[in-house]
């Protein structure tokens, strides 16, 4: 069984511009989340989508914005790009399912590294 | 809300001694609590979670952990630390506040194993 994919695994842009970023979760996970990870922030929810809705979202101001197709895959988009955007963002797929064995349970694919100028 | 607390940000232990990674939360209700671990340059790997049962979980790669309900912590242990265990160590706690699977990180502890 495949693992989570993200692509691209590493980007550098500059101030201003934008980036979006892919990731395919495991085959038969409706759920994915993404986490922005830097040295100082830790590990930061950004938002989950469950069959293309957005079911939760994290503490981040709306430059921040994903969706979700009905293949499962999702994309995030952040736009007007902040040095401080530099970061590990990592997807996590799961299924989704509240209360089966594998509640909780996250999946997470390698990461997109990206690098702000 | 839910939080989880790793009060340590490094561990160091020789080769073949038991370790031992500490973390402790704050929930309401009953925690669905994990364990991830992270080496250099890739994502999350899950090692075990406790939800209910038993207030001792065994993991992968011999990882195990010890759910205690009045001290409310989940610490990470292993019999005998290996030089490849080195990695960074995060404990989790799922939030239940609605139905989701948003899972709520500790700052990671990093665990250096010399040989």
């Known amino acids: 069984k495949a693992g989570v994919t993200q692509t691209p695994r590493y980007l550098i842009k500059t101030r201003g511009q934008q980036v979006t970023l892919s990731c395919s979760p495991i085959s038969g996970h409706r759920s994915v989340s993404w986490y922005q990870q830097t040295p100082g922030q830790g590990l930061q929810f950004l938002f989950e989508y469950f069959s293309e809705t957005q079911r939760n979202k994290g503490n981040f101001p709306g430059r921040f914005s994903g969706r979700q197709f009905s293949n499962s895959r999702s994309e995030m988009n952040v736009s007007t790009l902040e040095l401080g955007d530099s970061a590990l963002y990592l997807c996590?797929?799961?299924?989704?399912?509240?209360?089966?064995?594998?509640?909780?349970?996250?999946?997470f694919g390698e990461g997109s590294r990206l690098t702000v100028l | 809300a839910q939080s989880v607390a790793q009060p340590e940000d490094q561990v160091n232990v020789a080769e073949g001694n038991p370790l031992t990674v500490k973390c402790t939360y704050s929930?309401?209700?009953?925690?669905?609590l994990f364990w991830y671990v992270q080496y250099p340059n890739r994502g999350l790997q899950f090692l075990l979670k406790?939800?209910?049962?038993?207030?001792l979980v065994k993991g992968s790669y011999g990882f195990e952990a010890e759910f205690n309900k009045s001290q409310t912590s989940f610490h990470l242990k292993k019999p005998s630390a290996l030089v490849s265990d080195s990695a960074l160590y995060f404990c989790a706690v799922r939030e239940r506040e609605r139905n989701t699977d948003k899972l709520i990180f500790g700052t990671g502890t990093r665990l250096q194993v010399f040989p």
């Open positions: 929930v309401s209700g009953n925690p669905y």
């Open positions: 996590a797929s799961s299924t989704g399912l509240a209360g089966g064995p594998g509640t909780g349970e996250l999946f």
């Open positions: 406790y939800i209910t049962g038993d207030n």
